[in-house]
């Protein structure tokens, strides 16, 4: 069973409101980027499709992939506007690569280069789900009841807690699965755009354009995504308290 990992690293993270781009900045003495990479890299994954924004190919593979010894990324390259666009960057790198040498590639996990705290236990239970299910998204369960609002900021309904899942990376499917649905996705955008679908994940994806039903894997609450300058610092304690070697 061959599982590859597309690596999201694209984007400029506006919300952190840094100058320098959220992926680069040190969380501790690492940049932000290496953390998923390493547990990647450290998985049953064999092979790491890394996805930048354009024009940082060459500064990436230098500072990051070579300079710590990742051997896993087979390749590295530019991404798109939106997080879809580079998951589709990513994974025509992975078919070219997979024809270019005989390949056969089962499973693929698409992480955010923004979530550092993705463990062994949350790699394992994603794989053992997916073989019985091509298709999982890792979440939690949400504390806070959530409300659902209409236009005018008055409450529509209140849908119950216990069904709330917060929704996480990995997301991982059949390789085939994704492929297809996020080439379909490339050739339908305009027309879900039209009728005001905005695709925010993964799962959404294979939801909107594929008949499969997703499962839900459990992720950890601790498997935050870094996106505004106080995360940095939820990240920093989480760190020190961590006793699963993240790093
Ligand atoms: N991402 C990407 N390509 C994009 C946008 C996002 O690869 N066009 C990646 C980011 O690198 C990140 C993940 O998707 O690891 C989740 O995105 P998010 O946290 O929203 O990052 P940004 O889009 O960079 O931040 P913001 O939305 O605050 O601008
Ligand atoms: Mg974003």
Redesign the pocket.
């Known amino acids: 069973m061959t599982s590859i990992a597309i690596l ?9 409101k840094s100058i320098e ?3 680069y900045m040190l969380l501790k003495d690492r940049p932000i980027l290496y953390y998923a990479l390493k547990a990647l890299e450290d998985s049953y994954v064999s092979g790491i499709f890394l ?1 930048v924004n354009a024009g940082d190919e060459d500064l990436v593979r230098r500072d990051y992939v070579e300079k710590y010894g990742f051997t896993k990324v087979m390749d590295i390259v530019a ?5 879809y ?3 589709l960057r990513g994974l025509e790198a992975a078919e070219n690569y997979r024809t270019a040498h005989s390949l056969t590639f089962d499973r693929v996990l698409i992480q ?4 550092p705290f993705l463990t062994k236990d949350i790699l394992q239970r994603v794989s053992d789900t997916l073989d019985t299910h091509p298709a999982c998204v890792v979440g939690m369960p949400v504390k806070d009841t959530i409300k659902i609002a209409d236009e005018n900021g008055m409450v529509d309904h209140t849908p119950n807690r216990n069904l709330v899942w917060a929704v996480q990376t990995p997301q991982a499917f059949s390789y085939d699965l994704a492929l297809s649905a996020y080439r379909k996705l490339g050739e339908r955008e305009q027309e879900l755009l039209d009728q005001g679908i905005v695709i925010t994940d993964d799962a959404m994806v294979v939801e909107t354009l594929t008949d499969t039903r997703i499962r839900l894997v459990q992720g950890s609450y601790e498997n935050i ?3 505004t300058p106080e995360d940095l610092i939820t990240a920093e304690k989480i760190l020190d308290s961590s006793k699963n070697g993240l790093i």
Request: charged share 30%.
């Open positions: 999201l690293a694209a984007g400029s993270g506006t919300r952190m781009k959220k992926q996805v991404g798109g506007n939106e997080r666009h580079s998951v955010d280069s923004a979530r995504k870094i996106t």
